[in-house]
């Protein structure tokens, strides 16, 4: 039997299994996090472009707007810099830079690495839950995080990825289908150089077979079908982002929200084109400017921190064809903001009227 | 609350909501689809490359194996020949002629074309159910499908798709997940050249939300877990390929199945190289050799009438390197050969535990 009460809602003391996505650049303000956190699911700060001093505050403002627990979402996996084919990379913008009436585009770029001081600041303030994306905590951080009480999760594009996170000390994985918005969390790069692309439906039943701790379903899911469908295949909760995006309390550009609103399951693609990073959005301009040039993305985080500049002139300006649009492949349904603590609440009304 | 006792069950006329695939190009033969059919599920005849001759034998055969209903599955769209750029894709082709020991291929080609003649055969011989790949049947043939009370079933991968085949008059549709093995069911290539590869959890719910005929999931699905996890999205019935292709009955070649036993969620792609349509398959030295080459395929059917003989040699030489080894992104938990009734039972045993 299907039950909507699973192990690890005791685990991370939830009520509901509905995790919010730790969605870094803008979607997860602190009231999304708490308002998805009060109405019984879990919600998640995506921190990792945030400055220490910004991390602390929203962590704080989330702590005043709910008692019950929250995970903060950190990338694993911090590149250096490597600007050196940037010429090139800028020769491919110059499109872009022409549409946006950019005339002196930036020229010395220097990426941030915030990702210690994230982490730090998170044992720091008692966060009780770390998420984690493009891989695992390092040895010595797991070691702290084990030591301060905090659960660790660990997002796995494939079965190899969930068995390395386990054997890390993780304490539950989110299984990332091919479906899901955003960047793919696959950190087996030389294999999978887009990232490893297996669908939902085939990766959480082989995944839940081969590990011991619980799985989270994450790509596509919008409902409670989706929900239930998760469950019956062996995940024990689902992470959804693309819905949240579109909720009334999160700071996604109005813009986004509306492409959000206005695309289907054929609007995506999985593109490097805004980080270096493999990633699905809906399809636009940008996208299609840089891949038409044929030229390759610089590695993340160098690639991200070059495009920032395009990025920022279209979110000033309200231009969603130069934003990174991040969606899932099920936004069909998602046509109007909503009340995070109404999104819960529908899918778990919906869900229940099916087990 | 989900049931395994859907609508389409009685549309038609079987026991249980699983459908075995009809994969083109051996593994369907006609013990296979008489043994799912008397199992409760519906066994379905791949057709598309038998000759008329060899189709009405094996349509006679699974009759004599069974009264139960069954279906045949056709490719819709039979494009003439084009082998403008054969000197090229012939160049392409060297190093696999080179490693197979092909000193003389072929030269001149032609595609057979028996597409209205065994969609003739099907109405003659009373075939219950026709179902396609591709898109639909013409207007014509649909008129005589219904005249002759055969109920259409058609391949979607997109919800659009979905929306033209309801309103060509299928009585069911097929939702085709990226996940899914063997050929992209696309229809709509110009704005999909790989075929739409939207993941099964996705696509699901949001076709069941636009369509009013039942929808069978298909992609990834091998076990009662994604079974019931399809009923939970909408979907009514599920079909599977990849599992039946490593049946005992399945006429796939022994290479083919151990290729598939040996693999996992990471073994897949989704190429041209065999066909010049977008197919899912296990990942080897042939679609290796091909897609270096940077050479694109013919376009179908010519392609496919051109790797024939690759393909050939590489079976009668049991050499799986140069098989099209089509199979879907669910394979962990196919390590052996399993009697196609026993994978009907095992099915329907495991989700009935689930509901």
């Known amino acids: 039997m299907i039950t909507l009460n699973t192990d690890i809602c005791r685990l991370l003391e939830i009520e509901f299994p509905i995790i919010q996505a730790g969605m870094a650049g803008g979607p997860t303000t602190p009231q999304l996090v708490a308002q998805v956190s009060e109405a019984g699911g879990l919600g998640t700060l995506g921190a990792a472009y945030l400055t220490p001093e910004k991390l602390r505050a929203e962590i704080l403002s989330i702590r005043e707007?709910?008692?019950?627990p929250f995970a903060v979402n950190l990338f694993a996996d911090n590149p250096q810099d490597d600007f050196s084919r940037l010429t090139e990379v800028q020769e491919a913008l110059r499109p872009a830079y022409a549409e946006l009436s950019i005339e002196q585009p930036g020229s010395s770029f220097q990426s941030p690495d915030y990702g210690e001081e994230q982490f730090r600041l998170c044992l720091e303030l008692d966060v009780p839950i770390i998420s984690t994306a493009f891989g695992?905590?390092?040895?010595?951080?797991?070691?702290?995080?084990?030591?301060?009480?905090v659960l660790v999760i660990t997002m796995a594009t494939t079965v190899a990825e969930a068995i390395e996170a386990q054997a890390a000390g993780v304490d539950a994985i989110v299984a990332q289908g091919s479906e899901a918005g955003g960047h793919r969390g696959s950190f087996s790069y030389e294999q999978h150089p887009m990232g490893a692309q297996v669908g939902l439906m085939a990766l959480v039943p082989q995944m839940v077979d081969e590990i011991t701790i619980p799985v989270i379903a994450a790509g596509g899911i919008v409902d409670g079908r989706g929900l239930v469908a998760s469950l019956a295949l062996g995940a024990q909760a689902v992470q959804v982002g693309t819905r949240f995006v579109g909720a009334k309390e999160s700071g996604a550009h109005a813009a986004y929200k509306q492409a959000i609103f206005d695309s289907n399951e054929e609007s995506t693609v999985v593109t490097?084109?805004?980080?270096?990073r493999p990633a699905r959005g809906i399809n636009n301009r940008f996208i299609e400017l840089f891949e038409s040039a044929g030229t390759k993305a610089l590695p993340f985080p160098s690639h991200n921190t070059?495009?920032?500049?395009?990025?920022?002139?279209?979110?000033?300006?309200g231009n969603p064809e130069f934003m990174s649009l991040w969606a899932g492949q099920a936004t069909r349904k998602l046509i109007r903001e909503e009340r995070a603590a109404d999104i819960v609440d529908l899918m778990m009304k919906q869900a229940q009227a099916l087990v």
Not at 65 to 68: E, L, Y
């Open 65 to 68: 707007q709910t008692d019950k």
């Open 136 to 149: 695992c905590l390092s040895p010595e951080q797991m070691k702290a995080a084990k030591g301060h009480g």
């Open 272 to 276: 490097k084109s805004f980080s270096g």
């Open 306 to 317: 070059v495009t920032k500049e395009i990025r920022g002139v279209a979110t000033k300006t």
